[in-house]
Each structure stands twice: as C-alpha cells, then as structure tokens.
T-cell receptor
Framework: GAGVSQSPSNKVTEKGKDVELRCDPISGHTALYWYRQSLGQGLEFLIYFQGNSAPDKSGLPSDRFSAERTGGSVSTLTIQRTEQRDSAMYRC????????????FGDGTRLSIL | EDQVTQSPEALRLQEGESSSLNCSYTVSGLRGLFWYRQDPGKGPEFLFTLYSAGEEKEKERLKATLTKKESFLHITAPKPEDSATYLCAVQAAYNTDKLIFGTGTRLQVFP
C-alpha cells in the first residue's frame, strides 16, 4: 500500500519568505508527527496530531512554525519569515494511533534557505 | 534530560563479519525502544520495538536486545545490502507523543 507522502521533496527559498510543507499520511492512520533532521543531528520532534485532539506543539522551536491537519488526514507545516537556521530535512510520520504502534516515515522535504 | 546515544558513529565490516551496534538511553520511564533502518535519501524504515528488559526480537540477520540502560542491534553474517544508517529511538512513559532519537550508526558492509 501507499506510504507516507511528502511534498515537495526539495524546497529552496530566500531568507524571509514563508514556506509550506505538505504531508499525506498512510490511509487510516490517526496519528501524524512532524520531525526535523539537521546535518549531524538526530530527528527532532516538532508536533503531533492525534484524531480530533488538540495537537502537541511542544517541539515547535519558535512561533514562526505552525502546522495544521485538515479533515484528520493531510497536514501542512508552515514556516514564516524563514531563517538560514531553518535549513534541514523535514520528515513526517504517521501511525495507527495507539502509542505502541510504530511510526512510519516519509522520504522528507529538504528545505534550503539562501 | 531524556537522551539517546548511539555508538559507534560509523562501522565498516567485511561481508560475513558479525558485530553489534549500541544504543544507550536515559529516560524517565521507558515505554518503548524502537530501531529503524535509514537508507540514503529515504525516510527511516521501522525494524523493531522492544518494551521491557530482557526482551529480544529477530528479523533475518538482525537481532535486537534490551536492558534497563541500553539496547544492542546484533548483525550476524552481514551482507552488503545491510549497509545503511541504523537509528535508535525511545518513547517515554510520561509523553508517548514523540520519539527521542539518537544520531545513528552508519554501517558499511564490504564484499
């Protein structure tokens, strides 16, 4: 079956611009996660959505970062007024929702801020 | 502070040369420990979940074990196709919303 799909696969933009990254989770998965992976660093948790519950935004690094999930499916991560330190691989994962179910990852969006 | 440390950072093996990767963790109550494989340009691919000390899981040439402080990923008679980065992550009992990842071990297996 189809896995987690992320788009675009690469995004290059100028400092100060806003960017939107999209994630299509596996069909039927109620939980959706965003992580950031910088060079030489481990995956860093950003935000978690579970069904209709309020998202866990505890990992968002600043108020320039926001995310939404429409209809319990597709999610968009938005970064406003991008800075060079935002350059990283952004990965989305989904799971069946039970905490002991494994998270399945997409291939990521590589974001480069010039 | 919850933390995951993986060692070594990189490992080069000859085909057939067995070895182990280490994942040491510090977490306030472990809910689960996860192993993933990551190929270049791809997202992490789930391998195993371990929940309690003494637990073991196997898949082909891989076996994962867990103690109260660390996990090992044993690779028996590796093949070149086992070359990848192996990631370890923990899930804390107090916050099951996220995984806390190590930086990975980059494994290269030469024929």
């Amino acid at each position: 079956g189809a896995g987690v799909s992320q788009s675009p696969s690469n995004k290059v933009t100028e400092k100060g611009k806003d960017v939107e990254l999209r994630c299509d989770p596996i069909s039927g998965h109620t939980a959706l996660y965003w992580y950031r992976q910088s060079l030489g660093q481990g995956l860093e948790f950003l935000i978690y959505f579970q069904g209709n519950s309020a998202p866990d935004k505890s990992g968002l690094p600043s108020d320039r970062f926001s995310a939404e999930r429409t209809g319990g499916s597709v999610s968009t991560l938005t970064i406003q007024r991008t800075e060079q330190r935002d350059s990283a691989m952004y990965r989305c994962a989904s799971s069946q929702g039970d905490y002991n179910q494994p998270q399945h990852f997409g291939d990521g969006t590589r974001l480069s801020i010039l | 502070e919850d933390q995951v440390t993986q060692s070594p950072e990189a490992l080069r093996l000859q085909e057939g040369e067995s070895s182990s990767l280490n994942c040491s963790y510090t977490v306030s109550g472990l809910r689960g420990l996860f192993w993933y494989r990551q190929d270049p340009g791809k997202g992490p691919e789930f391998l195993f979940t371990l929940y309690s000390a003494g637990e073991e899981k196997e898949k082909e040439r891989l076996k994962a074990t867990l103690t109260k402080k660390e996990s090992f990923l044993h690779i028996t008679a590796p093949k070149p196709e086992d070359s990848a980065t192996y990631l370890c992550a923990v899930q804390a009992a107090y916050n099951t919303d996220k995984l806390i990842f190590g930086t990975g071990t980059r494994l290269q297996v030469f024929p």
